[in-house]
């Protein structure tokens, strides 16, 4: 019977290529989620798609009044390469709200201006326009009657904004919702328990930061070096005050997660931290108006222990102008310094871990005195990836800052590694965006990533992907 039986043909399947890479898309499609490595590997086309889609100018007119950053920018035009014409001019900082959906940003001449920003990103790639001041392209607008530094949303209220002076000790919130320039609440500093020098002189607020954790709780950080720590429950004046044993001014200050511990960044080059809960001695518990230092970090201090950066540069203590937390991973505080070196402190260890020292802006031919006075810039949200306005150049670099020695930036890159493995993907280099102006302060679009950059010249550029048919 076996001489009738027909052998069936055998197949011959085609085997995989040997050291075929893993189908990484197909993997993340079929898991449901996208890891950390593909997302980072992801942002390599995003990075390289980055460029500058439109510029803005700010130019209001309200009636017969002119708005004063559009005087200062009239000013500053007949008054060029001198430092007073740097001084009432430029965007202070920006931020969207949680969901993306309105842009707020404030002036050195005093301006706070709502976006609302799908207006904006389709007026980008629609009908030219490059004026900000059309009824189209915002929401508010409110001249107020003192320098504006700072700006942030309250996460329990999105149509609340909380604005800080460094010439005022006050933080002043407006609500997006009534139809009118006054706020709709003024927070004061009361009296200092503590001895301050000069504190006529230094009485404004550098910086404000809500608590996200629905205790109508919020922060500001003065120039008198101490934080301050409103309770809108209990009262307008502050409850709590941190201090420093330096009382030196501090620019910055930035909330953990889990809002339990406080950073503030100070002119000296020092990061302060205050555990909110008491830290080890509790002490919290027993005074509820006092929370002791938990600790202070020197930042040039921390930098002279890298060895590879130490051999290259001459480190000196610089201004810390900004302090943020990295929103896809938590534990990465990012600080930007006054010589426009950007680096990454890790909460959990103490170190320093990422760095970029870009050329001094004397080597361009940049005169310092003619600088912004603060620079802030801005995680882009989902690749651990830092935007920040060139000292130097009119532009921004987008730095690559993941939690890993694969990184361009951390101080234990190996470059004749990376060198070995040329042609693997893996590590993103660095990008630097070209702008039409100098750049000041960065926000990115918590969804989309889209930037949205201010200038020293009070304009809003937006830098996105770009589109078909662009250069």
């Known amino acids: 019977m076996d001489r009738y039986v027909v052998p069936a043909p055998q197949q011959n399947p085609r085997s995989p290529r040997s050291g075929r890479a893993r189908w990484t898309r197909s993997a993340a499609e079929i898991e449901g989620r996208f890891g950390f490595d593909y997302r980072h590997e992801a942002s390599r086309l995003l990075i390289d798609s980055y460029a500058e889609a439109r510029a803005f100018e700010h130019n209001y007119n309200d009636g017969s009044n002119s708005c004063p950053t559009q005087l200062a920018r009239i000013f500053n035009a007949a008054n060029q390469d001198t430092p007073i014409s740097s001084m009432r001019e430029g965007i202070s900082a920006l931020e969207f709200d949680a969901k993306g959906v309105y842009l707020a940003s404030v002036t050195k001449s005093g301006c706070l201006t709502v976006h609302d920003f799908e207006t904006l990103y389709c007026t980008t790639y629609g009908p030219i326009s490059r004026y900000l001041g059309e009824e189209a392209k915002h929401l508010l607008h409110i001249s107020t009657s003192m320098p504006l530094d700072a700006v942030q949303w309250n996460p329990e209220n999105q149509d609340e904004i909380a604005c800080a002076s460094r010439q005022n000790d006050k933080i002043v919130l407006f609500d997006i919702g009534y139809v009118t320039s006054d706020p709709v609440q003024v927070l004061e500093k009361g009296k200092s328990k503590f001895s301050r020098l000069n504190s006529e002189l230094n009485n404004g607020l550098s910086d404000v930061v809500f608590a996200s954790d629905g205790k109508s709780r919020l922060f500001g950080s003065g120039l008198d070096g101490a934080i301050y720590m409103w309770d809108r429950r209990q009262s307008n004046i502050h409850c709590l005050e941190l201090t420093t044993l330096s009382q030196c ?30 830290g080890r001695t509790s002490f919290a518990f027993q005074s509820h108006n ?36 990295d929103p896809s991973c938590p534990y990465q505080l990012a600080f930007h310094l006054d010589d426009g070196w950007s680096g990454v402190l890790n909460i959990n260890t103490l170190t320093v871990t990422h760095m970029h020292c870009p050329p001094p802006a004397w080597l361009e031919g940049v005169d310092m005195s003619l600088c912004p006075s603060t620079r802030k810039p801005s995680w882009l949200p989902t690749c651990s990836v830092y935007a920040v306005g060139s ?22 890159f190996d470059e004749e590694q990376e060198s070995n493995s040329r042609g693997r993907r893996g590590t993103i280099q660095n990008k630097f965006v070209p702008a039409s102006q100098n750049v000041v302060a960065c926000a990115a679009h918590p969804l989309n990533g889209t930037i949205i950059a201010g200038t020293k010249h009070s304009s809003l550029l937006v830098l996105s992907q770009k589109r078909k048919g662009s250069p």
Not at 290 to 307: D, G, H, R, Y
Not at 391 to 412: E, K, M, Q, W
């Open 249 to 278: 001014q501090l620019n910055s200050i930035e909330l953990d997660l889990e809002n339990r511990v406080i950073f503030g960044a100070s002119r000296h080059g020092i990061i302060y931290a205050w555990d909110l809960r008491g």
């Open 290 to 325: 006092e929370v002791p230092l938990l600790t202070s970090l020197k930042i040039s201090s921390m930098l002279e222990k890298i060895t590879s950066l130490k051999v290259q540069s001459n480190i000196v203590s610089s201004e810390i102008h900004s302090l943020n937390f």
């Open 391 to 412: 000292l130097s150049g009119a532009g921004i670099y987008l730095l690559d800052f993941r939690p890993n020695t694969n990184s361009a930036c951390h101080v234990d």
